[in-house]
């Protein structure tokens, strides 16, 4: 954890490389989604796009991250996929209005999270006088209409409803210059709240204030192949963002969903330590050779201190070695043979069934990108018996920037979790055998 350890590198977040390096690894690791490189390379910088658009840059006092709001869009290529500021909504065909009008900024809009079907049910809180001889649907028909009629006189032009709105209040909005927005859902009403500061109606008894109105900046709409979405655009700086997903099938489509809001999560976790590690395996090797190294300098004191032998403490520092190789290896999924730099400590991938002395320097770089070969570079297999050496920090004139990167945050915890669960298997003092 400390700042001089050299798997450790610093996030700048005016510069987006190391956060695409780090957004790449995590949708890399799916794959499932079935993407190109360049697929890959596209959506790592969507995601970044769109997670730097959540960070506030001028907003005093507490800070809150905002919103990205996942749309997705099948049969289409995944270099369609876009980022956008604000709020991407489907609605029906026929409510689109014609991109020839004109709409001056801002456009006040009220939202409402009570339903406006007319229903006696879904009225919300309060009392409604029932007559005798009176038609109860009327009644409430006829209160729906007020309430159209004062949103109308407020200069509101957009109305926008969680749930349902009766089918009368929707065609005397529209014939008033409202655009109409029904059957949003629960899951856009938070985002949508952040962006235009609009409070939600709970209630149709009493007509909206002011205050609950909010803002929007343009309408527009942005198409993609025959499918129509409404684009809400903030009327002032906003961190709501939508993210358009595209995919060849609903499959892969779903995977994508999945790794972009993981790749979300773990650029979050940046802000709190904005640090990541060097991926593809070079920290797992670098971390076995240094502890290696320091804990045969140190056993006498160390062994004494924990209360067992020196061998002991050699038998435990190997196997927790060799676990943190294994990781490493791992990695290498088509069949390669994964080896150490006896300098660096990095790790490599060479083919399968290689011997020791054919290896040379032509294996191009690390698993991290930073390390390259040269012909005498010296080499070890990973979990195998070798001379213990400190690693040399990578030190050049002009810094190379890690083509895989892992987030800090993750790893250190999966660390802490493997350390804890040795220690509970110790204190069982039962072998735990992996059959897979």
């Known amino acids: 954890q400390q700042d001089g350890c050299s798997c450790k590198v610093s996030l700048d977040f005016c510069r987006s490389q190391n956060l695409i390096a780090l957004a790449r690894s995590v949708i890399s690791s799916k794959p499932a989604c079935v993407l190109t490189e360049l697929e890959s ?3 790592s910088r969507l995601a970044v796009h769109a997670f730097l658009l959540t960070v506030p840059c001028s907003i005093p006092g507490t800070v809150s991250l905002g919103k990205i709001v996942t749309v997705t869009i099948k049969g289409h290529s995944v270099l369609e996929s876009a980022v956008f500021t604000g709020l991407l909504v489907d609605v029906p065909e026929d409510n689109f209005f014609d991109t020839k009008d004109s709409f001056s900024a801002p456009l006040l809009m009220v939202l409402f999270s009570a339903s406006l079907a007319g229903d006696l049910c879904e009225v919300g ?5 029932a007559h005798p001889h ?32 009766h089918p009368v209040l929707q065609r005397f909005l529209t014939c008033h210059g409202v655009f109409v927005i029904e059957r949003l859902g629960v899951a856009l009403m938070e985002p949508l709240t952040q962006m235009t500061g609009a409070q939600p109606v709970a209630t149709l008894h009493s007509t909206p204030p002011a205050v609950a109105y909010g803002k929007i900046r343009h309408l527009s709409v942005k198409q993609f192949g025959p499918k129509k979405l409404l684009h809400l655009q903030p009327f002032e700086e906003s961190t709501v963002c939508t993210m358009v997903l595209c995919h060849r099938n609903e499959t892969m489509l779903n ?31 670098h971390l076995a050779a240094y502890i ?40 290498e999924h088509d069949g390669g043979t994964s080896v150490s730099d006896l300098t660096h400590a990095h790790n490599w991938t060479f083919p399968p069934d290689i011997l020791e002395e054919q290896m040379d320097g032509s294996v191009g770089f690390c698993g991290c990108g930073v390390v390259g070969s040269s012909p005498s570079t010296k080499w070890t297999f990973l979990k195998t018996e070798h001379p213990g050496f400190s690693p040399v920090p990578v030190v050049r004139d002009t810094p190379v920037q890690p083509s895989v990167l892992d987030s800090f945050a993750a790893k250190l915890s999966a660390f802490q979790v493997a350390v804890e669960t040795a220690n509970l298997a110790l204190d069982v003092r039962y072998v735990i055998q992996d059959v897979n």
């Open 41 to 43: 390379l596209h959506i």
């Open 125 to 129: 809180e309060g009392v409604i006088q």
């Open 134 to 165: 009176l038609d109860t649907a009327s009644q409430i028909l006829d209160q729906l209409l007020e309430l159209g009629k004062q949103v109308v006189k407020d200069e509101v032009r957009v109305f926008v409803c969680q749930k349902v709105i």
């Open 255 to 285: 995977e994508l969903k999945v790794v972009s809001q993981k790749t979300e999560h773990v650029l979050r976790l940046t802000l709190r330590e904005p640090s990541a590690l060097l991926g593809g395996g070079c920290t797992e090797t």
């Open 292 to 331: 290696r190294h320091k804990c045969k300098n140190e056993v006498s004191e160390t062994a004494t201190g924990l209360g067992c032998s020196q061998t002991e403490y050699l038998l435990a520092v190997e196997g927790f070695c060799h676990s943190l190789e294994f990781v490493a290896s791992s990695l």
